[in-house]
């Protein structure tokens, strides 16, 4: 838990688990995944169980998490790539592609806004093979529509998923 919200969750076996985490999985494999917001890896557990093992990178800026993750939630394997990195900074350098990227950013008790802006979410479409999959999760509150409406204005597809207090925007560039 951060800022008395639950980040991760140690994922076993049985159902793929409570809460949002496995509404951001894509429907089918990634060749190559890119997590903003890596945490404890929740949701590359989940891929990599509904998958198997896959080729991860993992963005996460706090050390502190990184060694958490590493130590408490089994994140040091040779398929995650562990990247300390501010996840806007990462983006706007990165090559892609990659065929599915889950935007999962929690900071100072709330979803980032940078998330909604048009440069970051530019980077995310660029960075995705032409067909592939982002997922971007966020609290649903009374800005809901408008973070809905910027998303749509990049991506021409976006369904919502709702969870809880969760709402998984999945998006596709075609």
């Known amino acids: 838990m951060i800022d008395g919200v639950v980040q991760s969750v140690v994922v076993g076996p049985g159902p793929?688990?409570?809460?949002y985490w496995p509404h951001m999985l894509p429907d089918v494999r990634p060749?190559?995944?890119?997590?903003?917001?890596?945490?404890?890896?929740?949701?590359?557990?989940?891929?990599?169980?509904?998958?198997?093992?896959?080729p991860i990178t993992g963005v996460e800026s706090d050390p502190r998490v990184i060694r958490l993750g590493s130590?408490?939630?089994?994140?040091?394997?040779?398929?995650?790539?562990?990247?300390?990195?501010?996840?806007?900074?990462?983006?706007?350098?990165?090559?892609?592609?990659?065929?599915?990227?889950?935007?999962?950013l929690f900071a100072a008790g709330q979803t980032p806004a940078r998330i909604f802006g048009r440069p970051f979410l530019k980077?995310?479409?660029?960075?995705?093979?032409?067909?592939?999959p982002a997922a971007v999760n966020f609290f649903k509150d009374r800005r809901t529509p408008q973070?809905?409406?910027?998303?749509?204005?990049?991506?021409?597809?976006?369904?919502?998923?709702?969870?809880?207090?969760?709402?998984?925007?999945?998006?596709?560039a075609r």
């Open 16 to 19: 793929l688990g409570p809460g």
């Open 31 to 54: 060749n190559r995944a890119l997590m903003l917001g890596m945490g404890g890896g929740t949701i590359a557990h989940l891929l990599v169980r509904q998958f198997g093992p896959l």
């Open 71 to 104: 130590s408490a939630f089994r994140l040091n394997v040779p398929y995650i790539d562990l990247v300390e990195a501010d996840a806007f900074a990462f983006v706007a350098a990165a090559d892609g592609p990659y065929d599915y990227i889950a935007v999962d």
């Open 123 to 132: 980077d995310v479409k660029r960075l995705l093979t032409s067909g592939g």
């Open 147 to 172: 973070r809905l409406a910027r998303l749509q204005a990049v991506f021409p597809r976006v369904t919502l998923v709702e969870s809880h207090k969760n709402v998984i925007a999945r998006c596709r």
